[in-house]
């Protein structure tokens, strides 16, 4: 017969809910119905109706199951309340270690969901894609990496290729001053931006049409918060703002605030094109890059096909423009928008990504410290089966089965869980604030208001009762009543060795956790001291926003250091910490194959001077040569090896406007961008009118003056500016801030990780000490000492400390090496760390253990021996 | 004396008027007979499992093999508790409808 082709997955089902006859029947009404719609139907249509019936007639029976369970359940709660109250000191250590553990579970989750979450709000997310570009280099090693790419670009691959439906471009103006009517704000960054923005972005508007809001060339778009800065609650729509030296805008639309999980946040959007009128520059110029290039993809467009198609792409477009030589060949490529605040690290990002290692490893402790909290429960709950033995053995002899125990066990572990979830609900609330500052994020949790987290709670509680509770309940619930009753139990070897590896995985954790934690600080250590090259101290930096800033620089320096306060001032296009732009260097009558990617800058005469950079040949720029004047460079000594160059002072070179000069000398290598970057070729050009910092190098006793004098001066020539300065090694830090970040992340689990391995050894040896009262009261009767039964208890634990050290050295040894590689100047692992970590691991486990231990040790023979 | 709900109370006089042959599908057609509505199986099954761990019902396999499967059919029958319980309800239920005149003219009966 058909029916012969049970299925058992089914019937099992049933089983589990119903009694075998309830099943019988149950299946020979389907099975009958099934036969009925056979011969009207036919089998196919049959099969798939006894299937859906199947569902309906089992989903009834299981939602009856649950009711029944609940209603038998009410009982083991009420004992597992009472077995709280009898043992309130257990209860509460068992209580914190697991809320503790819950609510470190938590925040890590919540950052890092949220960093996983970065643009992935967009609707079209999986179809966007930003293009980079790679150059790399002819005869040196290594290729540049850039975020930004060329003006003509975006349009030339929508009219290239079909599957690309839109592209746009952006270019991020900084410090842009508004005015709106008598009012000034600094806008610390303006976006350029094409009208196809909101075709591809999910940016809604508020007010406005989001397709024809940039057409107009003299259109700014606001977000609403800008919106409300500049208009409070008037109607922002046809108001006019001006900027960019008096230019009027008129306000075409207000789009909501984008989520702070965008790896760009804009606020003040100006069209691409009028931007490039007010720059003079051309957008169809192949040469200069600093324009993002966004683009959506068909659906079903296949990225890989495209990406490879892109080479021949800019054969087409580049190779006949004029201002692109050489064999420092240029490749573009995608990166999905949702890959970019995780793996992106290129030059010129748009804000400082994170990166995917620390949300992998954050991911791996979050999961740890869940593992910890239940294991601590299982630690405990198993370490008292001494006392909930008894328990279990009257319980047996009166006649309980062993899956009511298990349940019962299985209950209170599901009520302990419950209750700390509540608690390290609590906790996660008190200390999100803290935490947002902490990691510079807005993360927010409301369980109340947010159904799916509120689900993902109970799962978790689930989990851990379960997780938690499963081991202890089997254990317990197998012992045998009469030995339990006889009072032999607990000291099995199965069940020592177990709590013995639980407490050496804790160990290990919190050591590898210290260790981290240690060599971030190191290294961090070692960056700040690090000679980088350059002077980082006493320089204040000014950024030159105004137009009468750089037209009146001479005066502006003249008047600065007429002041005895201020030693020298320079100005220079970037500063020497974060030297992010980079061309070809190219000398009259170069070859394609000589020429490598170099870094550059333009300085002005006392820019080197300034920063104590070093010239190991030749001299420094120089008023008293008036050839300087008309083009001089300065190369790094990596320039001269890259070059191959064997007499570098004399040769020419040419900046990429096309300027060329000589190479006046030779600067000692200094780090142009941060420690995790190699030091690359760089020159550096005299252009003393071409600055966007200022630099003041001052005289350190004198700060409030000398800023107050500084304020003045920059007022009277830039009255609408407000004056706002930073230190130069407060921007230096600044590129260190992930790193910095990561490492306060990681001293909070330590810190987490040590409270709860702790509160699980301080139960351990509270129980262990009770376990042995009789023993240590005979000894003490026999002669022991103090010091000697406090050895003898403590010694029990400290070896496990120990071998941990021995286990989460190599694991720790792994994790921070891979990690120091994202430097390319890092400190030496030393193993002064490792010792160092287990060292306060141990001492901290010897605090812990101490305290109990001590206790049994002193407590009068006499007592512990009438205990009965 | 507690209520059923309405689908235990129309299974309990399903399985009596039955007799000697209730099992899954004479219960399952006559309750759609009686009320003329299609019944899922789940509808019916899990009042049916109620009933029968509360005692209202008894169930004993039948002597040969049944149809589906092999398996012997189930017969199910009313213990005194169910008995006693279904002329509990025909009182109440007499009580509640006596002297009402007939609606079903007037209203229309299905």
């Known amino acids: 017969m058909a029916e012969r082709k049970p299925d058992f997955m089914r019937t099992g089902i049933l089983f589990k809910l119903v009694d075998t006859e309830m099943a019988s029947t149950i299946r020979e009404d389907l099975a009958h119905q099934r036969s009925l719609d056979r011969s009207e139907k036919g089998p196919a249509i049959a099969a798939l109706r006894h299937s859906l019936r199947f569902i309906v007639t089992v989903l009834p029976l299981f939602m009856d199951s649950i009711l029944e369970g609940l ?51 967009h609707e079209n997310a999986a179809r966007i894609f930003r293009v980079v570009r790679d150059k790399s280099a002819g005869n040196a090693a290594g290729s540049i990496k850039s975020a930004v790419t060329p003006a003509p670009l975006a349009p030339a691959l929508v009219k290239e290729f079909p599957e690309v439906v839109s592209a746009t471009r952006f270019v991020i103006v900084p410090r842009v ?183 992998l490893l954050f991911s791996s402790v979050a999961v740890l410290f869940l593992l910890i909290a239940c294991i601590n429960y299982m630690n405990l709950a198993t370490a008292r089966s001494a006392r909930r033995g008894r328990e279990v053995g009257i319980r047996k002899v009166v006649g309980a089965v062993r899956g009511q125990l298990i349940k019962q066990f299985l209950s209170e572990a599901l009520v302990m869980s419950t209750l700390a979830m509540m608690v390290s609900v609590i906790i996660v609330l008190l200390a999100l604030p803290a935490f947002n500052r902490l990691i510079e994020r807005h993360l927010t949790f409301n369980p109340a208001a947010d159904p799916l987290l509120f689900i993902e709670l109970i799962g978790i509680t689930a989990f851990v009762g379960l997780f938690s509770g499963g081991y202890p309940a089997l254990a317990i619930s197998a012992l045998r009543p009469i030995a339990v009753l006889k009072g032999v139990f607990a000291k099995s070897a199965k069940g020592l060795a177990l709590r013995n590896i639980l407490v050496v995985v804790q160990f290990s954790i919190t050591i590898i956790a210290l260790v981290i934690t240690f060599v971030a600080r190191n290294q961090m250590q070692f960056v700040k001291n690090r000679d980088v090259g350059y002077d980082r101290n006493q320089i204040v930096i000014l950024e030159a926003d105004a137009r009468a800033v750089v037209r009146n620089i001479q005066a502006i320096k003249t008047a600065l250091r007429s002041y005895a306060g201020i030693v020298s001032v320079a100005t220079s296009h970037l500063l020497p910490n974060n030297i992010n ?51 001089a460079f300065l190369v790094n000594e990596t320039a001269v090896k890259t070059g191959g160059w064997a007499s570098p002072i004399g040769r020419e070179l040419i900046h990429w406007e096309g300027k060329t000069g000589k190479i006046v000398g030779v600067m000692k290598d200094f780090h142009l961008r941060s420690l995790h970057q190699p030091i690359a070729p760089l020159y550096i050009v005299l252009d003393p009118g071409r600055f966007s910092y200022i630099s003041i190098k001052i005289q350190s006793d004198r700060i409030p003056e000398v800023l107050k004098v500084i304020k003045s001066v920059m007022t009277k020539y830039s009255p609408a500016y407000p004056f706002e300065y930073t230190f130069f090694d407060d921007v230096f830090a600044r590129a260190y801030q992930t790193e910095q970040r990561m490492m306060a992340i990681f001293g909070m689990i330590a810190l987490l990780s040590v409270i709860v391995a702790c509160l699980g050894l301080f139960g351990l040896a509270s129980f262990a000490a009770e376990q042995r009262t009789k023993e240590i009261g005979i000894r003490k009767v026999l002669g022991a000492s103090n010091a000697k039964i406090f050895a003898l208890l403590a010694r029990e634990f400290l070896k496990w400390v120990l071998l941990s050290g021995v286990i989460a050295w190599p694991a720790a040894y792994l994790i921070t090496q891979k990690w120091l590689q994202n430097f390319s100047y890092h400190v030496r692992l030393s193993a002064g760390v490792f010792v160092a970590s287990l060292a306060v691991a141990f001492m901290i486990a010897l605090m812990t ?20 | ?92 239920t007499c009580a509640l409808w006596a002297g009402v005149p007939s609606l079903r003219d007037e209203f229309g009966g299905k």
């Open chain 1, 849 to 868: 253990v101490s305290s109990q231990s001590i206790k049994a040790a002193l407590a009068k023979p006499i007592n512990s021996l009438k205990y009965e």
């Open chain 1, 71 to 121: 209603k038998m359940g009410q009982n083991d709660i009420k004992m597992a309340f009472r077995n709280f109250r009898k043992y309130k000191e257990y209860s509460f250590l068992n209580l914190i270690g697991l809320a503790a553990g819950l609510a470190a579970f938590l925040l890590i989750s919540l950052y890092v969901q949220y960093e996983w979450s970065f643009d992935k709000y």
């Open chain 2, 1 to 92: 004396m507690n209520f059923l709900s309405r689908i235990e109370e129309t299974l309990l006089l399903s399985i009596w008027k039955l007799r000697d042959n209730a099992y899954g599908i004479t219960i399952r057609e006559q309750v759609e007979k009686d009320t003329g509505i299609r019944w899922l199986s789940g509808a019916i099954y899990a009042p049916l499992n109620r009933l029968k761990k509360n005692g209202y019902v008894a169930s004993r396999p039948a002597k040969e093999a049944g149809e589906y499967g092999g398996r012997p059919r189930i017969y199910y029958t009313l213990t005194p508790r169910g008995k006693e319980k279904l002329a509990f309800l025909q009182t109440v």
């Open chain 1, 177 to 359: 001053l508004v005015a709106q009517g008598n009012e000034h704000f600094l806008e610390q960054e303006v976006f350029a931006a094409d009208p196809q923005t909101f075709d591809i972005f999910s940016i809604p508007f508020l007010k406005g049409d989001p397709r024809t809001a940039l057409q107009d060339p003299s259109a700014i778009i606001l977000s609403e918060r800008t919106a409300v800065k500049y208009f409070g609650h008037d109607e922002p729509i046809g108001r006019v703002l001006t900027a960019f030296d008096g230019s009027a805008f008129k306000v075409a639309g207000v789009f909501k605030n984008m989520p702070g999980n965008s790896h760009f946040i804009m606020d003040v959007i100006i069209p691409y094109e009028t931007y490039f009128k007010f720059i003079r520059s051309s957008t169809t110029n192949w040469g200069s890059n600093f324009s993002y290039t966004y683009l959506l993809m068909r659906t079903g467009g296949n990225p890989q096909a495209f990406e490879k198609k892109l080479d021949a792409f800019l054969d087409k477009y580049m190779d006949t423009s004029q201002n692109v030589p050489s064999s420092a060949k240029t490749t573009l490529s995608l990166q999905p928008l949702s890959k970019i605040h995780l793996t992106s690290h290129r030059d010129r990002e748009m804000a400082a990504n994170n990166d995917i290692v620390y949300i």
């Open chain 1, 581 to 631: 732009e980079h061309t070809t260097a190219r000398w009259p009558g170069s070859q394609p194959e000589e020429q490598f990617p170099i870094y550059y800058n333009m300085v002005d005469y006392d820019f080197a001077d300034l920063y104590g950079i070093k010239i190991v040949q030749g001299r420094n720029f120089s008023r008293e040569f008036p050839s300087d004047e008309k083009g």
